[in-house]
């Protein structure tokens, strides 16, 4: 049997001043949405331009409650609608971990809406702009997951070279996939790769919600391939036929996607135009 590696014991704590402390976890989230508005600022002003650097900016506010009030209610109701109907003040307890993708995706849709409904700015075309960018949040929230410690992978195989043992009982002293890895590469690094080579295709970036297709598509199949080597939340399990409540979640996504690129088509006033065809 090939020897394992062990979890190196991360402080989840970055920084700690008397009694305030930043995290890791709060430093993805920060770092995720100060990164992404820099992108976002520049994919924003190339042709077709759907919004300014000033508008953008302004974005991030949005950005930031969209995400965070949609991240965590999406875990309360998805994941443990029970434990919180119990004992609802335990909501607003976000330090203490239970973050959902799927609810933090929502929240920022809702928060795309309601910004560019406010501002006359086109939806789909400022939303394609913003799921080139998404990539980066998720690369450094996997990341902040394997520094934690937790969301650590199922059982591995004795001639995996690179299975992990992580701490506490609840992982036990089983080697493990580190699929918080696998994610920050599916999830993060390659999407982001795909999501990349399509914007720079001015014909592509015309068809406002092509770009939001591919990503929620991206997403979905990521997404559903790492549950794969994901273990499941200890209070769900498995759920039919072996599959996770991420995937379950990761349908809805699927299948929004494929609907936006193949109803996607370019702007009224740039249909005509050859330099987009």
């Known amino acids: 049997m090939l020897p394992v590696l062990l979890f190196p014991q991360f402080d989840p704590v970055l920084v700690r001043i008397g009694p305030f402390a930043i ?47 949609g991240g965590r209610l999406g875990y309360v109701l998805f994941y443990q609608p029970g434990r919180f109907l119990a004992h609802p003040l335990e909501i607003l307890e976000v330090w203490g971990g239970g ?18 409904w406010r501002t006359g700015i086109p939806v789909l075309g400022f939303a394609d702009r913003i799921a080139v960018a998404a990539p980066i949040g998720l690369f450094l929230g996997r990341i902040a997951n394997f520094i934690n410690g937790e969301l650590w992978g199922r059982p ?42 399509l914007a720079g295709r001015q014909r592509l970036r015309a068809r406002f919600g092509l770009l939001t297709g591919a990503f929620l598509c991206g997403y979905a199949i990521a997404r559903s391939i790492g549950e794969l080597f994901r273990q499941p939340d200890a209070f769900l399990g498995f759920l ?36 987009t065809a």
């Open 23 to 69: 995290r890791w976890y709060a430093l993805a989230y920060i770092a995720g949405l100060l990164a992404g508005t820099w992108l976002v600022q520049r994919l924003a002003q190339r042709r077709p331009a759907v919004a300014t650097p000033v508008q953008v900016g302004d974005f991030l506010t949005w950005a930031t409650l969209g995400v965070v009030l």
């Open 99 to 116: 973050m959902s993708f799927h609810g933090g995706m929502l929240g920022m849709a809702v928060a795309i809406v309601l910004f560019c």
């Open 156 to 197: 591995a195989p004795a001639w995996l070279p690179w299975a992990m043992i992580f701490p506490g009982e609840a992982a036990g002293p089983i080697p493990r996939h580190p699929s918080q890895l696998y994610q920050a590469l599916l999830e993060g690094v390659v999407l982001f790769a795909v999501m990349l080579a």
């Open 240 to 275: 039919l036929a072996g599959t996770t409540m991420g995937q379950w979640l990761s349908l809805p996504m699927l299948v929004a996607g494929l609907v936006l690129i193949l109803r996607a088509r370019p702007a009224a006033d740039l249909a005509a135009d050859p330099a």
